[in-house]
């Protein structure tokens, strides 16, 4: 599998001791120009720059239909009562659609567009707490509750109760 | 742009609920004590999620803001 990654999802995930493992279920971690543009801190920094020598993470160029398209999900977004899509998830989110690529976010503008627009539902989003999940069947993973709470302790990341509940964890 | 209404009413109500867990885990002595830049956009933060937006008003980078966001001013990430 693929992946394509957001600022935010890269944040959290810095943080979390056993973030190699991701690399377990990604071939390939894209991350777009537009958020490795904004990453400032040290940490995150050099995370991406090991994933960048060791060929586990590449640079997505911006492309003009893309990116076009990504800006017409912007604006659109910006015209409903919620909090709308920023431009670089919108092309991750154009990206995972064009490309079959797994979305990698916590941005709740993101994550709530490809639920509440139709012509992006089929677009593979996951947060922090699928790939913990996914991680966990795969075998990468001995106990999942535990883990969780590590990751939530680790990143401060509080997952919702509707969300542990969807996943039988609590 | 064709919207499922239902989802979006969820989604609307996942946020109110993510905006409750951020004023509840805020410390707000922490964010009050703030020069009145940083203070507006933390408080921006708590009400809306919007990190990007925070960050810009904070003038910091927006994985400087949300560091100091989760680490000083205790506000967690919620989805």
């Known amino acids: 599998m693929i992946a394509i990654t957001d600022t935010s999802f890269l944040i959290?995930?810095?943080?979390?001791?056993?973030?190699?493992?991701?690399?377990k279920l990604f071939e390939l971690i894209y991350i777009p120009e537009s958020v490795f543009n904004e990453v400032r801190s040290e940490t995150?920094?050099?995370?991406?720059?090991?994933?960048?020598e060791n060929n586990k993470?590449?640079?997505?160029?911006e492309?003009?239909?893309?990116?076009?398209?990504?800006?017409r999900l912007v604006l659109e977004t910006r015209r409903l009562p919620i909090r709308s899509v920023d431009f670089p998830e919108a092309y991750c989110v154009v990206v995972g659609k064009?490309?079959?690529?797994?979305?990698?976010?916590?941005?709740?503008?993101?994550?709530a567009l490809v639920n509440y627009y139709d012509e992006y539902k089929e677009v593979k989003v996951m947060r922090a707490l699928e790939v913990l999940i996914e991680l966990y069947k795969r075998g990468f993973i001995q106990e999942i509750k535990g883990e969780v709470k590590d990751y939530s302790r680790q990143t401060n990341h509080l997952f919702s109760n509707?969300?542990?509940?969807?996943?039988?964890?609590? | 742009?064709?919207?499922?209404?239902?989802?979006?009413?969820?989604?609307?109500?996942?946020?109110?609920?993510?905006?409750?867990l951020r004023r509840k885990y805020a410390d707000w002595n922490?964010?009050?004590?703030?020069?009145?830049?940083?203070?507006?956009?933390?408080?921006?933060?708590?009400?809306?999620?919007?990190?990007?937006?925070?960050?810009?008003?904070?003038?910091?980078?927006?994985?400087?803001?949300?560091?100091?966001?989760?680490e000083k001013a205790k506000i967690p990430t919620v989805d």
């Open chain 2, 1 to 20: 742009m064709k919207i499922d209404e239902k989802a979006l009413e969820e989604w609307i109500e996942r946020f109110e609920e993510a905006r409750e």
């Open chain 2, 30 to 70: 922490f964010i009050k004590s703030q020069p009145e830049r940083i203070k507006i956009a933390l408080e921006y933060y708590v009400e809306t999620g919007d990190y990007r937006g925070a960050a810009q008003m904070a003038e910091m980078a927006v994985d400087e803001f949300v560091n100091i966001a989760k």
């Open chain 1, 12 to 23: 959290d995930w810095v943080k979390y001791t056993k973030r190699d493992l991701i690399f």
């Open chain 1, 63 to 71: 492309i003009s239909e893309l990116r076009n398209e990504a800006l």
């Open chain 1, 162 to 170: 509707r969300d542990l509940r969807k996943y039988g964890l609590i």
């Open chain 1, 98 to 111: 064009v490309q079959n690529y797994v979305v990698l976010t916590e941005n709740g503008g993101a994550l």
């Open chain 1, 57 to 61: 993470m590449a640079i997505f160029p």
């Open chain 1, 44 to 52: 995150t920094l050099l995370w991406i720059a090991e994933g960048l």
